[in-house]
């Protein structure tokens, strides 16, 4: 594959968001755009401004800085300020990291946020967070000439009103803006943003390739997430958790006692408690069950666990597209409108369940109808991800040429 041609410098590449911190989509679908860069443009600069640049610098060899690191660690406040402590710490760093955001910014050609859920509030998210962060970056990139791309992102909804500006702002100022469905650019849209020029791709784990490998002996793949609503529904979050954490495990006891082999799957560490107290809880009703969970530690890790399954019920988005790209039969457990326009996408929309209605009989009606219609679902499967696979392409040799124009930019 070419890339674009540079007449001056090599270009300065950066990444930013919400990557090497423990949510495997984010950090896969960054490999996927990191591989694409390293392959199209040899001769790039490439750094990062992330959650978890420890795992950038080891992992990938890409130097990266924190990009919440003041009000993260909140060591320089004295001991004495007690109650206000937490709400300077916030405040200080909104000014410390928007300083640090602006500094690291001037010097790029371009800033890529790859794929991921940037301008969703579909889980708990809090405006002085990523939403601040990705405002900061995209004027940054206005004043200083780096353009700033977002690459297959997703987008929602967002009731908090100070959320909503900053995610808006940020989307606006951007000089590139893609969508990994037809749902975010709406969503968007009817927020007041121009989307007219705004292309839809598939997301960017599309490009992934699967493990060529077979199941037949009815492994269930089950996906479990720590599920507690939305930032609006964080006083009842301990109930919603419980809720689906309960009816979860029932449908894993239902699927043991029928004799299917259970291999639980998560896509954030943040997930991995309950997956552990799933094990335990049906290992301590049923003697001999066969319920097996192995930590990933990339997205690559969840690809090959869902390799040794027949069938998915999953509701971690990344868990479910990793499914769908390896032509697993799939039944999504909703908690957005995400989930259904991923397997709407794919001509396999009807497997989706809402998390917060999730009753476990209808779940189990659900799964033994997608067990029958198995080899149709493939067929769909494998058809409607090689289309996905041909238009990433075409959205990485686009890229090419956004990086041609503002390469230089910032000289």
């Known amino acids: 594959m070419s890339g674009a041609t540079y007449t001056g410098d090599a270009p300065r590449i950066g990444l930013f968001g919400r990557l090497g911190s423990g949510n495997l989509g984010n950090d896969g679908s960054m490999e996927v755009l990191l591989d694409q860069l390293r392959r199209r443009h040899p001769e790039a600069r490439i750094d990062a401004m992330v959650s978890g640049p420890d795992l950038l610098r080891d992992r990938y060899g890409i130097p990266a800085v924190q990009v919440h690191r003041f009000h993260r660690t909140g060591r320089r406040l004295p001991r004495f300020l007690a109650v206000p402590r937490s709400a300077l710490r916030v405040g200080l760093g909104l000014v410390v990291d928007a300083w640090r955001t602006a500094r690291w910014a001037r010097g790029h050609d371009l800033v890529v946020i790859p794929g991921m859920g940037v301008l969703e509030s579909t889980l708990p998210t809090k405006p002085w967070q990523m939403p601040w962060s990705l405002f900061v970056l995209a004027l940054a990139g206005r004043l200083f000439g780096a353009g700033v791309a977002f690459v297959s992102v997703g987008a929602s909804p967002i009731a908090d009103s100070a959320t909503a500006w900053l995610i808006l702002a940020a989307a606006r100022l951007a000089s590139y803006r893609s969508f990994r469905d037809e749902f975010s650019r709406n969503t968007l849209r009817q927020h007041g943003l121009d989307v007219d020029r705004d292309a839809v791709y598939p997301d960017l784990a599309f490009s992934l390739t699967a493990p060529d490998r077979r199941v037949s002996d009815g492994t269930v793949g089950v996906g479990v997430i720590d599920f507690r609503g939305t930032t609006a529904e964080a006083a009842h ?72 399954t027949e069938i998915v019920v999953a509701s971690r988005f990344h868990n479910v597209l990793c499914a769908l790209v390896s032509a697993r039969p799939t039944l999504a457990i909703s908690y957005g409108e995400k989930h259904v326009s991923l397997l709407g996408g794919l001509d396999v929309g009807e497997y989706v369940e809402p998390i917060r209605t999730l009753d476990v009989d209808r779940l189990i009606a659900r799964f033994e109808d997608l067990v029958i219609h198995a080899d149709d679902v493939r067929r769909r499967l494998a058809t409607g991800s090689a289309v ?24």
């Not at 419980?242 to 894993?252: G, I, K, P």
């Not at 238009?391 to 390469?407: G, M, P, Y």
Request: charged fraction near 30%.
């Open 237 to 308: 979050a301990v109930e919603i958790h419980e809720r689906y954490a309960n009816t979860l495990r029932e449908f894993v006891c239902w699927l043991v006692a029928s004799g299917r082999p259970v291999r639980l799957l998560i896509g954030d560490r943040d997930d991995e408690p309950l997956a552990l107290r799933i094990v335990d809880e049906v290992r301590a009703t049923q003697a001999g069950a066969r319920i097996m969970f192995n930590r990933p530690e990339t997205l690559a890790d969840v690809m090959e666990q869902i390799a040794q």
């Open 388 to 411: 996905h696979r041909t238009r990433l392409a075409e959205q990485f040799a686009e890229l090419d040429r956004v990086l041609s124009h503002t390469e230089g930019g910032h000289r």
